[in-house]
């Protein structure tokens, strides 16, 4: 069946790279996401990439996709104190076909500390 | 600029009651959807939906009900709250084909 994994915990210092690492288990996913969630507050998307690409930049921000094992990364570079939250990976399996909804699958997500 | 609202922020309700959680979104949405958000569960789909009147179980239906009778309004019914129901319920919207789903900011549901 569908699965998302992510490890729950990451600690880094601030100004290091934070890799955050997520697993899936459904390899028609069409598109793959992280979101953001801050204290409080709801989800943020951060960025998504298409099943067809291998890595995505934008700013601090790469996503990297691994098809062969399905693996899906999140890197932030020079980690600020703001970076602190919660990450969810998501997929969006292509069943149910296009033209119905999109259902969003949802790891558990990676809960983020920054230290100084 | 992009506004999917949740009526309330925190919850608090007893065994037994009927509770309404409400969410709108101003953006012209097909779908809206409810998930609850549990430590270590991540985020489950409850109930969505693709239409006014128009709605699907998702993968944890039970104990719950919606309903949707203006395409920017979309409620989560529990129609007997129990303890269990606990959590933190997020709502989100997105447009038919679109790849990004909106939320809200949560509403966080204790029930005593």
């Known amino acids: 069946g569908e699965d998302v994994e992510q490890s729950l915990f990451l600690s880094v210092r601030e100004g290091d790279s934070s890799v955050i690492n997520c697993t899936y288990t459904?390899?028609?996913?069409?598109?793959l996401y992280w979101y953001k969630q801050e204290p409080g507050a709801g989800l943020q998307l951060l960025t998504y990439?298409?099943?067809?690409?291998d890595m995505k930049q934008d700013q601090r921000l790469t996503v990297l996709l691994n098809k062969k094992d399905k693996h899906l990364s999140l890197r932030i570079a020079d980690t600020q104190t703001g970076d602190s939250a919660i990450y969810f990976c998501a997929e969006k399996p292509l069943w149910p076909p296009a033209g119905g909804y999109n259902k969003l699958i949802f790891g558990a997500g990676t809960r983020l500390a920054v230290h100084p | 600029d992009v506004k999917v609202t949740q009526s309330s922020r925190y919850l608090v309700k007893r065994t037994g009651e009927k509770v309404f959680l409400e969410c709108v979104q101003d953006m012209d949405h097909e779908n809206m959807f409810w998930y609850r958000q549990d430590p270590g569960l991540g985020l489950r789909l409850i109930y969505f939906?693709?239409?006014?009147?128009?709605?699907e179980k998702g993968d944890i239906p039970e104990g719950y009900s919606v309903s949707r009778e203006k395409k920017e309004r979309f409620s989560l019914i529990l129609e007997s709250a129990s303890t269990n129901q606990t959590s933190m319920y997020l709502c989100a919207s997105s447009l038919q084909q679109n790849t990004e789903a909106f939320f809200g900011q949560g509403t966080r549901l204790t029930v005593v």
């Open positions: 459904d390899s028609s996913s069409t598109y």
């Open positions: 990439i298409f099943s067809n690409m």
């Open positions: 939906s693709y239409d006014v009147k128009m709605k």
